[in-house]
Structure formats: structure tokens, C-alpha cells
């Protein structure tokens, strides 16, 4: 196949909406940095276009390499990555209260961005290898071990919003390589009952403002224990009953029973190990009025943004929130709402719409992939993508909490944009090889 055939098999598609989304960041983060007079206070647009130039070298670095090369490396570019995790904790430099950079103030990489990327790619090779076993439970604790590790590492920074992301990823990959359902369903409900039992304490301060016997369940520790204590014992006796009887009454009763008292266990360690205000972070998404003046304050500054754009926006470099800087954090964690105010409702759609592309450019790839690890990659990109893009967008409009995870190819940063460029690399990648081209 001559050269000019071959080129025609690249996604142009997703390479244009990567594009569009790059411009899109490098002029709203240039918006942000002007004052209420019209003054660029800031250059971070610059640093900006500099990562976006050096973001899409990257990509075309990524495509001119054969994925069939990270499924060899799978483990070592893993290993690199927590190893650089280990490393952050002992030496890196700490920013809004975490220990998540490497290098000096104002110029470093953060890896925990890079280490879902190795992730995602260790996942699949772990997957392609065993996915004759993958449905065994002992296969599927060994995967969990994959994305548990860098988690660790990351709430120990601490990085909550960082570290959720990993949670879709592993569902998605594990899903689609055929695990059991009842295994993922029960790592998906502990994250709900965990979430859940972690805030109740402070949610009933806020909201109630008094202390049920209920609330006193998630609050007092004594209390926890003793729950707890019953709970292993209802999953004892269960198991028994199992073993002995081997009716599936007890067998769901010891499924559920280890659900809750995981779940509780988990809640009584993020309770000492997470800071208030980021407990508080999930209380306010409950109810933003309960602390207007802090934790709310981003999530109403945020909607008052958006809302304030209307159809068609105030216009480019005319917001108002951004140039009084009404809203925190507001070129990376909250850039949408900057570009809700200024472009309105037809540009909240031109960003959704680009997403939306590379998310459906991404599902069909994954199809068209000639082996078990491109898909795979493929659908780790896609849960990370998904999950960046609910998560950012709905807290910038008040449906999902604050949790500090950026808007891909449009927040501020380098390693978040580098992370974002690759991954789109691979997706191309395997797009191009779909019939064994070879570049």
C-alpha cells in the first residue's frame, strides 16, 4: 500500500477536535488572567502554548511508535510511574495543600497525571494475559492491586480527586474484559456507602444540626466498632450457612453484610485521613448554601458564571466573574465556567460536542481494533476522558462535587495536557495500525 493510502487510515477527526479544544484553552486561559481594567496580569497562556505545541510532539511521538510496544513495556512504564508517586511523597513540592509536583516552584510535572496513562496501559496488558481467567476472583483482586497502588500513593499527597479516577478506569476495562458483574458491582456499591458514611457526621452538623441515633452510627467511634463487630459477625454465620446449607439466601446475605462492613471500615479510615474541607467539599455539593461564604462560595460563583452567558455569551474577554476573580482556581478547575460566560450556551455545545466526538471516535476504534490490548486501551481512554468531562463540567455547574480534577485540554497544565495528548495518541495509534500498517 503506497505512503498516501496508508496516511488516509489516520483519525483526522479526533487530531481536529484535539485542536479546536487546545485553542479553545490557550484563549480562555489568556481570558482569565486579565484583571477587572483589561490588564494581562498572567502567563500562564503562554506556558500554555508551549505545552500544547509540545503536547501534540508527544502525540506524534505516540502514533509513530506500535502499541504492540507498551503491551512489552506495559510494566515497567508502570513501575517509573510509582516509582515517581514514591518519590513525590518524600520530595515533591506541595500546591494547594498537596504534595503532588516534581521539580521547583512554578516548573515541575505532576506524575499522578502521567500514572493513570500507565495505568490504564498496564490494565489492559494485565487483561490481554489473563482474560481466559478473567471471570476467577483471584485474577480480578490481582488487577484490583493495579490501580490500588497508585490510589494509595495519591491520598496519601492527599489527592482525592486525583485518585477517583482511577476507580472508572478499572470498572471499564475489567467490564469490558468479561469480570464478573457481582465483583464490580460490589467495588461500585462500597463507593457509594463509603461516600455516604464518610460525610454523614459533618452533613448532619451542617443541615440537621443535631444527632440522631443514626448519625451517631458514623460519628462516634465506639459506636462504629461495635456495628462493625456485628456486622463480622452476620458475615460469619452467613458464610456458614452458606457452606452448610447452600441456599443463595445466605449467600447474599454474606455478600451485602460484606458491602456495609467494608464500607464502614473504609469510612472510619477517610474520616482520620481526609482533611474537613474535603468532606466538606461533598456536604456543599449536597447543599451549597450551608457554607456560602467558603466551600460554596466556588460551586455559586461557578453557576452564577454560566448562568450569566446566556444563548450566545458577554463575549470574548468581556467576563465578569473571571475578571474580578470571583472564581477560584479558575484557569484549570473551573475554565468551563469562564467559557460558559463568555461564549454562552452555543459554546458550552461547541466544547461538549468536540468531547463527544473523540468519545465516539474512541468507542468506534475500540471495535475496529484488531486485538484484546488496543481495545482495552481504548476503553481505559474512554473511562478517563468520560469521567474528566462529567466530573469537571457538573461541579462547574453545581451536579457533582469539588473535587479538583481539571477539564482535559482545556485546564491549565502541562501534565494534564501532555497525559491528554498521548492518550489521544494511542487512540490514533491503534486506528492506524486496525489493519497491520506499519508507519
Not at 369 to 396: P, Q, R, T
Not at 410 to 437: D, P, V
Request: proline letters at 3%; hydrophobic letters at 55%; charged letters at 10%.
Amino acid at each position: 500500500m503506497n505512503s498516501r493510502k496508508s496516511y488516509l487510515t489516520f483519525d483526522f477527526i479526533i487530531i481536529l477536535a484535539v485542536l479546536c479544544l487546545s485553542v479553545i484553552s490557550v484563549c480562555f486561559i489568556y481570558s482569565s488572567g486579565l484583571n477587572s481594567e483589561g490588564v494581562n496580569t498572567s502567563i500562564e497562556f503562554i506556558k500554555q502554548i508551549i505545552w500544547v505545541v509540545t503536547g501534540f510532539a508527544l502525540m506524534a511521538l505516540i502514533i509513530y511508535i506500535d502499541y504492540k510496544y507498551l503491551y512489552d513495556f506495559a510494566y515497567y512504564i508502570y513501575g517509573v510511574c510509582i516509582l515517581l508517586l514514591i518519590i513525590t511523597l518524600l520530595v515533591g513540592n506541595k500546591v494547594n495543600g498537596a504534595r503532588s509536583w516534581l521539580g521547583f516552584p512554578g516548573i515541575g510535572i505532576q506524575p499522578s497525571e502521567f500514572t493513570k496513562l500507565a495505568t490504564i496501559i498496564a490494565l489492559s496488558a494485565f487483561c490481554t494475559k489473563n482474560r481466559e481467567n478473567i471471570r476467577s476472583l483471584a485474577v480480578f483482586l490481582r488487577a484490583a492491586l493495579i490501580p490500588a497502588l497508585p490510589m494509595a500513593l495519591i491520598l496519601a499527597q492527599p489527592d482525592l480527586g486525583t485518585a477517583l479516577v482511577y476507580i472508572p478506569i478499572f470498572l471499564v476495562i475489567l467490564f469490558m474484559a468479561g469480570a464478573k458483574i457481582r465483583y464490580l458491582f460490589f467495588l461500585v456499591a462500597c463507593g457509594i456507602c463509603v461516600t455516604l458514611f464518610t460525610i454523614i457526621p459533618m452533613w448532619s452538623g451542617y443541615v440537621l444540626k443535631q444527632e440522631t441515633l443514626f448519625v451517631a452510627v458514623f460519628s462516634k467511634q465506639l459506636l462504629m466498632l461495635a456495628v462493625l463487630g456485628a456486622g463480622i459477625l452476620v458475615i460469619i454465620l452467613s458464610a456458614v450457612g452458606w457452606f452448610v446449607f447452600k441456599k443463595e439466601l445466605y449467600y447474599w446475605l454474606c455478600y451485602s453484610s460484606v458491602i456495609f462492613s467494608s464500607s464502614l471500615f473504609l469510612a472510619m479510615m477517610a474520616q482520620k485521613i481526609l482533611k474537613a474541607y474535603q468532606i466538606m467539599r461533598l456536604v456543599v455539593f449536597l447543599d451549597p448554601s450551608v457554607d456560602p461564604q467558603g466551600a460554596g462560595w466556588n460551586i455559586l460563583q461557578s453557576l452564577t458564571a454560566i448562568g450569566s452567558g446566556g444563548l450566545v455569551g458577554k463575549g470574548f474577554l468581556q467576563g465578569t466573574q473571571s475578571h474580578y476573580h470571583y472564581l477560584p482556581q479558575q484557569s484549570n478547575d473551573f475554565i468551563f465556567s469562564i467559557i460558559a460566560e463568555e461564549t454562552g450556551f452555543l459554546g458550552g455545545i461547541f466544547v461538549f460536542l468536540c468531547f463527544f466526538i473523540i468519545i465516539v471516535r474512541a468507542f468506534i476504534i475500540a471495535n475496529s481494533s484488531k486485538d484484546s490490548f488496543g481495545s482495552y486501551l481504548c476503553f481505559g481512554v474512554i473511562a478517563m476522558f468520560f469521567f474528566h468531562f462529567m466530573v469537571n463540567i457538573g461541579m462547574a455547574m453545581g451536579i457533582m462535587p469539588i473535587t479538583g480534577i481539571p477539564l482535559l485540554f482545556l485546564s491549565y497544565g502541562g501534565s494534564s495536557l501532555w497525559t491528554s495528548m498521548m492518550a489521544a495518541g494511542i487512540l490514533i495509534n491503534i486506528y492506524y495500525r486496525r489493519y497491520g500498517f506499519k508507519i
